[in-house]
């Protein structure tokens, strides 16, 4: 998520700042647009990568070409504004 957020911070050529917040702030925040079984989901799946992160998967089986998180930030830097 800090390397995710640096990219973003880097296409949008500003600082970002990442702050935790408890779970039930998450679901009280997200509760207008997301189920609670998806909220209850989320929150299972972010507690159990805490210590041991997911691999990071390349599309380029799928797409021939891999692409960073740069590129990523870059392409969608209108989503973050």
Request: charged residues 30%.
């Amino acid at each position: 998520q800090a390397d995710q957020l640096a990219a973003i911070a880097d296409a949008l050529g500003r600082p970002l700042t990442y702050r935790r917040i408890t779970p039930e702030r998450f679901a009280d925040d997200m509760a207008a647009w997301m189920s609670p079984g998806i909220i209850a989901m989320l929150l299972r799946y972010w507690a159990e990568t805490v210590d041991e992160p997911d691999e990071v998967r390349s599309a380029e089986p799928i797409t021939g070409r891999a692409r960073t998180l740069a590129e990523w930030a870059a392409d969608h830097v209108d989503d973050f504004r």
